[in-house]
């Protein structure tokens, strides 16, 4: 930690800073400078908070020198962490494609997807069984059913099933049929269900909140990782910001910069970062020039008639080509698909 004082702190404020330092456990080094001096601290208590001594009177400034997370840092694991499921590896140089609709329906459309999926190239099926809508009024998704008809279709065409969690009283069911488990955005910050989360042995797909930072959602990831799951993929699928012409903004430099924070594999979800069905391609185009360890997709047979998230949904032609245009992309910044 670095504290910088403020220019008119006086010699005893200085010292009350350093005896709280100290009182944390930190070595403290101080500089004094022609201005300003600055202590630094070395070591102190992992859970410390910077905001209580910025506070402090004759404080300018703080700063953290460790990151907050630590098993989610890069320096955890420079090497970077593979997520194996049978014979799809994500997070070692290959494109894992995950797309499907955004809820399962009925068996004929998610049968119809899973052909569409496959035959595009992907290697998992996304849909829906619980669904966290905005309104209470719009479909809720099939449950265990949809489950179900999900499992079939997908082992039908042999693809892995990604699909949401949205409590801890679902983990089972989802366990039982799907190979990696989504958290959704709404539920990043869910601490509880992290923890539980946590003490599965299961790959999990941690999607960035919808107002989250870099940082919160690396703090997210640390809760799964700190209970022993170290499976954790996570997922950029935009953020809110003030434009309005898109559903979220599609957040393309976090895709480096957690390649550069963390260890952890990041996937980009374009479908829910745009929520425009013409804006996916360009988006998942670019996610994959920027370093994306796979992407996650809505296509859907018939979008005009989707029971969720129709207006993003990829026509299958649209997807197919799609397709055809990472697997040019991808050699091109030094990685397959
Ligand atoms: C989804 O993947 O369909 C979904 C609800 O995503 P998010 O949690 O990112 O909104
Ligand atoms: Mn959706």
Known sequence: MLVVM????????????????????????????????????????????????????????????????????????????????????IGDGKVVVMAGPCSVESHDQIERAADIVADGGASVIRAGAFKPRSSPYSFQGMGEEGLKLLRTAADRRGLLVISEVMDSTQIPLLSAYSDILQIGARNMQNFNLLREIGKLRKPILLKRG?????????????????????????????????????????????????K????????????????????????????????????????????????????QSLYPHQYAELMKQLKIIAPAVGRTI
Do not use: W
């Open 210 to 258: 919808i107002a989250a930072t870099i940082e919160e959602l690396l703090l997210s990831a640390e809760y799964i990782l700190s209970g022993g799951n170290y499976e954790v993929i996570l997922c950029e699928r935009g953020i809110r910001t003030f434009e309005t012409h898109t559903r979220n903004t599609m957040d393309i430099s976090a895709i480096p910069a957690i």
């Open 6 to 89: 403020q220019e008119s702190a006086s010699e005893a404020q200085i010292q009350t800073i350093i005896d709280r330092m100290i009182e944390d456990g930190f070595d403290v080094h101080r500089s004094t400078g022609v201005v300003h001096t600055v202590l630094g601290g070395v070591g102190g208590k992992t859970e410390f908070d910077t905001a209580v001594v910025a506070a402090m009177v004759g404080v300018k400034e703080v700063h953290r020198i460790v990151s907050p997370y630590k098993l989610a840092s890069r320096s955890f694991r420079p090497g970077g962490t593979v997520v194996k499921i049978g014979n799809v590896a």
């Open 260 to 311: 550069k924070l963390s260890h952890l594999p990041i996937v980009a979800d374009p479908s829910h970062g745009t929520g425009i069905r013409d804006y996916v391609a360009p988006m998942a185009r670019a996610s994959v020039a920027a370093g994306a360890d796979g992407l996650l997709m809505e296509v859907h047979h018939d979008p005009d008639h989707a029971l969720s998230d129709g207006a």
